[in-house]
């Protein structure tokens, strides 16, 4: 945990941002796996821990708008618990850490919730997204536990997503921390990318590093030769030469904040003349999005130059045709990269995306689109200082939606349908890494992971 003054500070900062009633942060319970004693790996509530950083399971805390106080609901430990699961702290002692004296043991919480409702005082909640969550929901408020998310307080949900957006040093410090366990991730699956090696060898090498050196990945390892599947969990692959591995793959810090990072391995560790096309494209809308990050910039701006960088350089190869502003106003680009330039980071992943995506990177007057590729762009407002995105373009050959494409002839005045089989080899090519806008530009996070063709080169041989 940081010291409590953080979270005191935190608190404070909501108390004066909303008015009146209770908030209600029911942090995450032990989920069992296959039978009740065999847990999936805890990981608390994001809003839970940036709130209360309390990181144990069965824990709520409630906040009083109107007296200005908090709580903390748990059960302390009794004589079993400390048998199997040793000693804890108790309740009092976990709520001072967080600067909070006064606590409950949680069979007065449904008593606290009926009282408040029986007065009509108004209680917040933010959207669930746990069964368990649901269920302790739906009995403290006598509601349907599946509808509990359409009843969660949008007012609540705007104030921590407008506080949580902007990262403390601490975090940034944190977030640095988990890049850099990240680094040892990347270069050592560089290293491991050789003709022969397992895909799931090198997987299984990387998720060590992150749990021997943090708490863990940020979110499970894409790892794969078959790139051209944006999210691929599968990693049963013989790696061979000709491919490129692609690894998208974070970890998170002992304090939960996470980092985020892909590179792209030729298998063998020299690039081909026909990798080096398609990779010094990516590299080029990689390295010129984050020369162009600052304030005050959109997000969508800046994946609409990124995107335009791609479809030149596929122009210039013969790939796409035409005038590229008016390709990529249509969305013909999408082809090969049909997913958004990239997102928040902090305590989650996709930070806040617990919450409701459009509360993060839209409002009233920015909307999202309903384009084939744009659709995906999880953020597409202005950025500000003390923000972390992601910058993660991408080039793909997805044969079922080429195929899919061409059968339709879509955007075949932008698209050189027949010169595009040369490239199906290649899968797919990803660079991403995790950028802070500070006040007068961006700062890229964590040590430089290798990414021009040279370095990892170099690094692989
Ligand atoms: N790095 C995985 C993702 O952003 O979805």
């Not at 990516?282 to 005050?296: H, Q, S």
């Not at 200082?385 to 939606?401: A, K, Q, R």
Request: proline share 4%.
């Amino acid at each position: 945990m940081f010291k409590s003054d953080i979270y005191i500070k935190r608190r404070k900062e909501l108390h004066k941002k909303i008015k009146s009633g209770l908030a209600l942060f029911i942090g995450n319970v032990e989920t069992p796996m296959n039978y009740p004693a065999n847990t999936y790996h805890f990981r608390q509530d994001s809003d839970f821990l940036y709130f209360f950083g309390i990181d144990l399971p069965g824990f709520t805390g409630l906040m009083d708008f109107d007296s200005g106080k908090d709580w903390i609901f748990g059960n302390d430990f009794d004589m079993d618990d400390i048998i199997w699961m040793g000693p804890q702290p108790t309740v009092k002692e976990l709520a001072l850490k967080c600067g909070i004296s006064d606590t409950s043991p949680m069979n007065k919480l449904e008593e606290t919730i009926k009282d408040a409702l029986s007065r009509r005082r108004r209680i917040h909640f933010l959207p669930p997204y746990r069964g368990e969550t649901k269920m302790i929901l739906g009995s403290l408020f006598k509601e349907n536990p599946c509808q509990m998310k359409t009843l969660a307080s949008v007012e609540l949900i705007k104030e921590v997503v407008s506080m949580r957006s902007i990262k403390e040093k601490i975090e940034i410090d944190e977030i640095e921390k988990a890049i850099n366990i990240a680094y040892d991730m990347h270069v050592t699956a560089m290293k491991m990318c050789k003709q022969g090696v397992r895909e799931q060898d090198i997987f299984g090498a990387i998720e060590g590093i992150a749990l021997a050196k943090g708490g863990g990945t940020s979110f499970p390892i894409i790892l794969s030769i078959n790139g051209q599947t944006l999210h691929n969990h599968a990693h049963g692959n013989i790696l061979k030469k000709g491919r490129m591995m692609v690894t998208d793959a974070g970890a998170e810090t002992n304090m939960h904040y996470s980092s985020d990072i892909t590179r792209t391995t030729p298998v063998g560790g020299k690039f081909s003349q026909l990798q080096k096309d398609i990779y010094e494209i990516v590299l080029k809308a990689n390295t010129e999005a984050i020369k162009a990050t600052c304030p005050g910039i959109s997000n969508r701006d800046l994946h609409f130059k990124a995107c335009k960088i791609i479809a030149s350089g596929l122009k210039e190869l013969g790939l796409m045709k035409g005038d590229i502003d008016e390709a990529v106003t249509a969305g013909a680009h999408a082809l090969f990269m049909p997913h958004g330039l990239g997102h928040m980071m902090g305590l989650d992943v996709h930070d806040m995306e617990a919450l409701g995506e459009n509360y993060i990177g839209y409002n009233e007057k920015v909307k999202r689109s309903d384009q084939f590729g744009l659709a995906f762009l999880r953020f597409a407002l202005p950025y500000k200082p003390g923000h972390v995105f992601t910058i993660e373009p991408g080039c793909y050959f997805i044969p079922e939606l080429i195929e899919n494409w061409k059968s339709e002839e879509k955007f075949k005045e932008f698209i050189n349908y027949s010169k595009i089989d040369k490239y199906m080899s290649l899968g797919g090519v990803r660079i991403e890494d995790n950028v802070l806008i500070t006040e007068k530009g961006h700062k890229v996070l964590g040590k430089p992971i290798p990414k021009t063709i040279k370095d990892i080169e170099s690094i692989c041989s």
